[in-house]
């Protein structure tokens, strides 16, 4: 069946300047597809400007209606909901975020049919589609910034200044970094991203055990997952489902590596009911010795006590005061540096669209044109015909 698709234009602030189809993804779905026609809305602020859709034969139009099928980003502001269309979107939903309770019960109530790109899953698990791998690169790029403003070894420009992944590399060609020991958390898409960049500096790897027992006179890391930090309570062996089915039966082991470190990057998947990594009592202790903190989650409340808040791509850094327990000016004297920009990705916008557009055309789109039935559309489907789907019915009281 020929289907129409939209590009939307990006409403929610601060703007963001990805897109989930490049021009030449257009191009590629539209050879595929024959008959599929793709309208763009226009964007003042998109990392693709509009003549560059149009020069590819793809139509720019502020109106979207005749569009079967609409593709964003970010969540989409309530009033430009359109109704009775398929959205495809980060909607940021499904662990009940206070801040969409309302998003998601205009989407029912405008019988939207709502597939969350988080909940695109295959067969194991594993993610299909998302910008993890870029959020982890940047990510990891805000570290060295960071230690590099704070004691002034060095000066890093940040992604945002930048045109592309390539001019932020060369920015360590001439560059020696100094002794530092990174603790890298998690083990998804933007942990593999982190571990990209650092494997391209050439930081040095080495075992939990090397870690905790060796002194090093050369940036080194050592990459942890869920079970190197958390352990059962009750002392019994480790079970990655059980933890995440009922986190309140374990407990953070994360200490010796806060005793270790001079630079934490955050990169797990946290959910309500998993204990932080340490606490802010914790964090006052003379053997705390990590100074800059990389929040890539950034989940608030969640597993860093430091992370207040989320910052932003034009104020991307603040401080942390562990006595005051509040926040204060970064790069200042006794004060732990914090970055927790809620949209890494954003700072390299045309890499990332270029990703996740070729993983849309090749994994997702193809499914919604030919067959919407398809289990890995079903399974990510969380509204649909003006309810919950029974894969999200557990959402019912947080839209009640």
Same mark, same amino acid.
């Given at each position: =069946?020929?289907?129409?698709?939209?590009?939307?234009?990006?409403?929610?602030?601060?703007?963001?300047?990805?897109?989930?189809?490049?021009?030449?993804?257009?191009?590629?779905?539209?050879?595929?597809?024959?008959?599929?026609?793709?309208?763009?809305?226009? %964007?003042?602020?998109?990392? !693709?400007?509009?003549?560059?859709?149009?020069?590819?034969?793809?139509?720019?139009?502020?109106?979207?209606? /005749?569009?079967?099928?609409?593709?964003?980003?970010?969540?989409?502001?309530?009033?430009?909901?359109?109704?009775?269309?398929?959205?495809?979107?980060?909607?940021?939903?499904?662990?009940?975020?206070?801040?969409?309770?309302?998003?998601?019960?205009?989407?029912?109530?405008?019988?939207?049919?709502?597939?969350? !790109? /988080?909940?695109?899953?295959?067969?194991?698990?594993?993610?299909?589609?998302?910008?993890?791998?870029? *959020?982890?690169?940047?990510?990891?790029?805000?570290?060295?910034?960071?230690?590099?403003?704070?004691?002034?070894?060095?000066?890093?420009?940040?992604?945002?200044?930048?045109?592309?992944?390539?001019?932020?590399?060369?920015?360590?060609?001439?560059?020696?970094?100094?002794?530092?020991?990174?603790?890298?958390?998690?083990?998804?898409?933007?942990?593999? &991203? @982190?571990? /990209?960049?650092?494997?391209?500096?050439?930081?040095?790897?080495?075992?939990?055990?090397?870690?905790?027992?060796?002194?090093?006179?050369? *940036?080194?890391?050592?990459?942890?997952?869920?079970?190197? !930090?958390?352990?059962?309570?009750?002392?019994?062996?480790?079970?990655? @489902?059980?933890?995440?089915?009922?986190? $309140?039966?374990?407990? %953070?082991?994360?200490?010796?590596?806060?005793?270790?470190?001079?630079?934490?990057?955050?990169?797990?998947?946290?959910?309500?009911?998993? $204990?932080?990594?340490?606490?802010?009592?914790? =964090?006052?202790?003379?053997?705390?010795?990590?100074?800059?903190?990389?929040?890539? %989650?950034?989940?608030?409340?969640?597993?860093?006590? %430091?992370?207040?808040?989320?910052?932003?791509?034009?104020?991307?850094?603040?401080?942390?005061?562990?006595?005051?327990?509040?926040?204060?000016?970064?790069?200042?004297?006794?004060?732990?540096?914090?970055?927790?920009?809620?949209?890494?990705?954003?700072?390299?916008?045309?890499?990332?669209?270029?990703?996740? &557009?070729?993983?849309?055309?090749?994994?997702?789109?193809?499914?919604?044109?030919?067959?919407?039935?398809?289990?890995?559309?079903?399974?990510?489907?969380?509204?649909?015909?003006?309810?919950?789907? /029974?894969?999200?019915?557990?959402?019912?009281? !947080?839209?009640?």
């Amino acid at each position: =069946m020929k289907k129409t698709i939209g590009i939307i234009r990006e409403g929610k602030l601060p703007v963001d300047l990805r897109t989930p189809l490049t021009p030449q993804n257009c191009v590629d779905l539209m050879q595929h597809f024959p008959g599929t026609k793709i309208i763009v809305q226009p %964007s003042p602020f998109r990392c !693709y400007p509009d003549d560059l859709y149009e020069s590819k034969g793809v139509t720019v139009n502020e109106d979207l209606s /005749e569009c079967d099928i609409l593709l964003g980003v970010k969540e989409v502001p309530v009033d430009q909901l359109i109704a009775d269309k398929i959205y495809l979107f980060f909607s940021h939903t499904i662990k009940k975020q206070p801040h969409n309770r309302n998003l998601l019960r205009s989407i029912l109530k405008k019988n939207i049919t709502l597939i969350d !790109y /988080e909940t695109l899953t295959w067969e194991g698990g594993n993610r299909v589609i998302g910008f993890g791998r870029f *959020a982890g690169i940047v990510g990891t790029h805000y570290a060295f910034l960071m230690w590099g403003k704070k004691y002034g070894f060095y000066t890093l420009k940040p992604a945002n200044q930048l045109h592309n992944l390539a001019e932020l590399i060369q920015q360590y060609n001439d560059l020696k970094l100094p002794p530092m020991r990174i603790v890298l958390c998690g083990d998804g898409r933007v942990a593999h &991203g @982190s571990i /990209e960049l650092l494997k391209r500096l050439n930081v040095h790897h080495v075992s939990q055990e090397e870690f905790l027992a060796h002194d090093y006179n050369e *940036a080194v890391y050592v990459h942890l997952r869920s079970q190197d !930090y958390y352990t059962r309570k009750d002392g019994r062996p480790w079970d990655k @489902s059980d933890f995440y089915k009922h986190p $309140e039966d374990y407990r %953070s082991c994360f200490k010796p590596y806060y005793q270790k470190a001079d630079i934490m990057i955050n990169a797990v998947f946290w959910k309500e009911g998993i $204990e932080p990594f340490f606490t802010r009592e914790e =964090m006052k202790s003379s053997d705390f010795r990590i100074k800059v903190i990389s929040d890539i %989650s950034c989940d608030i409340p969640g597993p860093i006590p %430091s992370t207040l808040r989320s910052s932003t791509i034009g104020d991307p850094f603040f401080g942390y005061n562990v006595f005051m327990e509040k926040e204060v000016k970064p790069f200042e004297a006794n004060v732990i540096d914090v970055q927790a920009v809620g949209n890494l990705p954003c700072e390299l916008p045309i890499d990332a669209s270029i990703e996740f &557009g070729d993983q849309l055309i090749r994994h997702v789109l193809p499914c919604l044109l030919e067959d919407e039935n398809q289990e890995i559309i079903v399974n990510a489907t969380i509204t649909k015909n003006g309810k919950l789907t /029974e894969t999200f019915a557990y959402l019912k009281d !947080y839209i009640d």
